[in-house]
């Protein structure tokens, strides 16, 4: 189950898991380019969490991914968010 926040700053809504764990990739600016698309390389042994040290995907478990980017106009928004399942 995901939760929703407006964020006043975008014009998307910023989906957040009810468990309160909420990772942040610094540093991991990207640009989509013509085509509108970006990919990012996750370390599945080391993902950020906002409550301690990276943790470690184990199999199993299922985690939540968007992303936030800027629109041409200088407005800002968000991805739909996606839930992959490790196996």
């Known amino acids: 189950m995901l939760a929703t926040l407006d964020d006043r700053g975008s014009l998307g809504n910023l989906c957040l898991g009810?468990?309160?764990?909420?990772g942040r990739y610094n540093d991991m600016t990207q640009n989509s380019g013509d085509m509108?698309?970006?990919?990012?390389p996750i370390d599945l042994t080391a993902v950020p969490i906002a409550t301690g040290p990276p943790v470690a995907i184990a199999p199993g478990q299922s985690w939540n991914f968007q992303a936030w980017f800027r629109d041409v106009g200088g407005t800002s928004n968000f991805t739909d968010g996606v839930n992959i399942q490790f196996f």
């Not at 509108?36 to 990012?40: K, L, R, T, Y």
């Open 18 to 22: 009810v468990t309160g764990e909420l």
């Open 36 to 40: 509108g698309s970006f990919s990012i």
